[in-house]
């Protein structure tokens, strides 16, 4: 069952990373706010993984964490003064994949149905 997991994280890891690390390093060029375009693909990796791996909270935080150490590879061809075109982007993986991870988590101790009943929201 791990070595399953294994791949379904490195897969969605993979995926993200080569998104954030080709796509963002473009985008980032060009000074436009690459989150906005990213983060959707980057939620939607996230999802794939939790449920891939049988709704293991776990995974979306080691996808998000091997995202991050991806992205980090631009910095091999971003001239030093212009690295916070990684940096940033980088802390933006990890704050995004986080959240996300967290709320994937929340969702599986207390289903949505659950959470509007107990608000007192009806359909």
């Known amino acids: 069952m791990m070595k399953n997991n294994l791949r379904v994280i490195l897969f969605w ?26 983060y959707p693909f980057g939620a939607y990796c996230l999802i794939m993984a939790f449920r891939k791996s049988g709704n293991k909270a776990v995974v979306p935080v080691l996808v998000t ?9 631009n910095l091999a061809i971003t001239p030093p003064e212009f690295h916070y075109r990684v940096y940033f982007p980088v802390m933006a993986i990890l704050s995004e994949g986080l959240v996300t991870s967290g709320l994937l988590f929340i969702i599986t101790m207390l289903p949505v149905e659950k959470l509007f009943i107990k608000l007192g929201i009806k359909r």
């Not at 964490?65 to 590879?73: H, V």
């Open 13 to 38: 890891s993979v995926c993200w990373g080569l998104a954030e690390a080709v796509l963002g390093f473009v985008l980032h060029l060009v000074e436009n706010s690459a989150g906005i375009l990213l």
């Open 65 to 73: 964490l091997i995202t991050a150490f991806l992205k980090l590879s």
